[in-house]
Nanobody, 121 residues
């Protein structure tokens, strides 16, 4: 099986920064897209940012210029550097990965358990 373990959430004041990490482990042949999504109370889960194994990046408009996604393919880890945080960024942040497992060639979608980010004004 495959596990995604997130870390780095917490509470911060508006204007502050946090860095999230998500490490994938298990029977992994390769990982195509890794990304971050977030879900605020009473709202749907929304895309924050994604990055392919070749480094192609996509951001939600609401985080462009403030958040930076990166990944270390050798470590199967994706990061999210969040700067200039504001209260609207408060949510549970989930890591996502599209994984090709060993054995086989099929693609599977995995989610982390989520990490809380709280931004106070």
């Amino acid at each position: 099986q495959v596990q995604l373990v997130e870390s780095g959430g917490g509470a911060v004041q508006a204007g502050g920064s946090l860095r999230l990490s998500c490490a994938a482990s298990g029977n992994i042949r390769s990982i195509n897209v890794m990304g971050w999504y977030r879900q605020a109370p009473g709202k749907q889960r929304d895309l924050v940012a994604t990055i392919t194994n070749r480094g192609t990046i996509n951001y939600a408009d609401s985080v462009k210029g403030r958040f930076t996604i990166s990944r270390d393919n050798a470590k199967n880890t994706v990061y999210l550097q969040m700067n200039s945080l504001n209260p609207e960024d408060t949510a549970v942040y989930y890591c996502n990965a599209d994984v090709i497992r060993i054995p086989g060639t099929s693609l599977f979608d995995y989610w982390g358990q989520g990490t809380q980010v709280t931004v106070s004004s």
